[in-house]
């Protein structure tokens, strides 16, 4: 593949405005395969041809020449048979052009991410530190070590949360019922503390609007 056709590629993804990443989504390919198309190192193949002419509303032919049947348009054409013609009394043998097509490689949909023992074993531990809890502290601890519960989808959810960038996923109102327990049990602040749970809606509310920006 040419440099020139790499760079008309460019042009017709930075046209409808669409970056390398955006693009390899909607092509179900990497980041990569779109810059070596980009940078002449490599050709899309046929089924990708196809697409990136659907989605630029240009003919596969006119990403091949790179834009030059678009303005080839108007002019006048030989006809098939004076061409025909031509071509049979040329002594001269055609040109013989290698195009190497690089097999894509096709991204893996969702990759699950290998877990520490940490991750799998979490609820466990929070079990055993209840355990030692409410053998420490004796009845009182029995009565309000079970919030270390409470732990365990903040845990799990902070995680995905933070791993995917989406604020969204943490499980925040398990969060606010486990600071007004804490704060009600030792602190004895049922009252007013109970408005820690008017926090929930604005916490989803700038998620979304975060998102939305």
Known sequence: MSIKQGDYLKELRVKNKLSQEKLGERLGLSRQSVSKWEQGYAM?????????????????????????????????VL?????????????KKP????????KQEHKKPNPHKKRGWFFISYPIWMAVLYA????????????????VFLT??????GIIAFEKKKPVLFCYPVLATLVYLI?????????PMWIIFLTIPIFYIVCVTRKIK
Request: one cysteine or more.
């Open 44 to 76: 899309p193949d046929t089924e990708n041809l196809l697409k990136l002419s659907e989605l630029y509303g240009v003919s596969v032919d006119t990403i091949l020449k790179c834009g030059e049947t678009e303005e080839a348009d108007g002019k006048e």
């Open 132 to 147: 030692v809890i409410g053998s420490c502290f004796g009845a009182k601890g029995w009565i309000t070590g079970w919030l």
């Open 79 to 91: 006809d098939n048979t004076e061409a025909k013609t031509e071509s049979e009394a040329s002594d």
């Open 152 to 157: 365990i989808p903040l845990f799990y959810t």
């Open 183 to 191: 704060l009600g049990f030792f602190a004895n602040l049922w009252h």
């Open 95 to 102: 040109e013989t052009k290698i195009i190497f097509i690089e």
